[in-house]
């Protein structure tokens, strides 16, 4: 089952408005043995490498990640490739969602309604489509996309705890769940082309509530087929590219385009306004984004 519903409640759709004119270290770890690769935490003997935590002894060299011997469980950082202690032990309880720590081999922390729990791990990386929280890796969870209809599209979310884990101007970390203080990386998208999301869905501009008060990118679920000029009266009729709006007193698919670094629409690029007609930049990652109509 999908985790939680994201936005529905929580973010605002930017464009209709705007348009009054228009615990993983350096030093894998393992409980006895590694000879090489595994994705996951020990509770036993390890055959591969672990991304976790020494907490007895290692006898072989870790060639990738550590090229020295560790020949105890580590006190101190190793001079090499591991600039921190390994402890053996997750600092947080039940389990550490950043960095991932506290679960064995093949799972996963994440949450489980309000709870921290250890799950099954996935391979889903950032932005893929999930329908369980399982198909995410570990540091990512499953989470359903913003929606204005009640539509069912899912996502998997990096979970995050400062701005810098979170790539591009158009993502930020955010604190998503209700009553909790753990954040996600929203999928800052690519407005024109809907790159950053997964299939059958689309890039949208929406805007975060206070305290953020921003202007951000992220997928839609409300994702449909109509190109430049179709009639619309919901966002889901309208394709990835185009967003439904009025620019002339018409309700119809709108194109996104960038302003610069070149005009992507034919018939010139316009800037967004706010409710006060005032220009609202929309500038991500080197590129000023408006509307072609």
């Not at 705007?18 to 409980?31: F, S, Y």
């Not at 969602?97 to 250890?118: D, E, H, N, Y």
Request: one cysteine or more; charged letters at 15%.
């Amino acid at each position: 089952m999908k985790s939680f519903d994201l936005y529905a409640t929580s973010l605002t759709l930017v464009c209709p408005a705007i348009l009054a004119v228009a615990c993983a270290k350096t030093d894998p770890g393992e409980v006895y043995w590694d000879t090489g690769y595994d994705p996951g935490y020990d509770t036993g003997a390890d055959t591969q490498y672990d991304p976790g935590f020494d907490t007895g002894y290692d006898p072989s060299i870790e060639p990738t990640v550590d090229p020295s011997v560790d020949t105890v469980t580590d006190t101190s950082a190793d001079t090499i490739t591991d600039t921190a202690v390994d402890t053996g032990t997750c600092p947080e309880t039940p389990c550490g969602l950043i960095p991932q720590c506290g679960c064995p081999a093949g799972q996963k922390c994440s949450l489980v309604g309000t709870a921290r729990s250890c799950v099954a791990a996935g391979y889903g990386t950032r932005g893929s489509s999930c329908t369980a929280d399982s198909d995410c890796a570990a540091g990512l969870i499953c989470l359903e996309l913003f929606t204005g209809e009640g539509a069912s599209e899912a996502a998997c979310y990096p979970f995050c705890s400062s701005e810098t884990e979170c790539p591009g101007d158009a993502a930020v970390c955010w604190e998503a769940f209700l009553g909790l203080t753990d954040r996600i990386c929203t999928l800052g998208c690519n407005l024109v082309t809907s790159a950053g999301c997964p299939s059958g869905t689309k890039c949208l501009l929406l805007t975060l509530p206070a305290p953020y008060n921003m202007n951000i990118t992220d997928c839609t679920a409300d994702a449909g087929s109509g190109i430049l000029g179709s009639f619309c009266t919901v966002e889901s009729h309208c394709g990835p590219g185009y967003f439904c709006g009025s620019a002339s007193g018409t309700d119809e698919c709108i194109g996104y385009c960038t302003i610069s670094p070149y005009d992507s629409c034919a018939f010139g690029c316009r800037q967004f306004v706010d409710a006060s007609s005032m220009p609202v930049t929309l500038y991500f990652d080197g590129t000023s984004y408006g509307y072609c109509y």
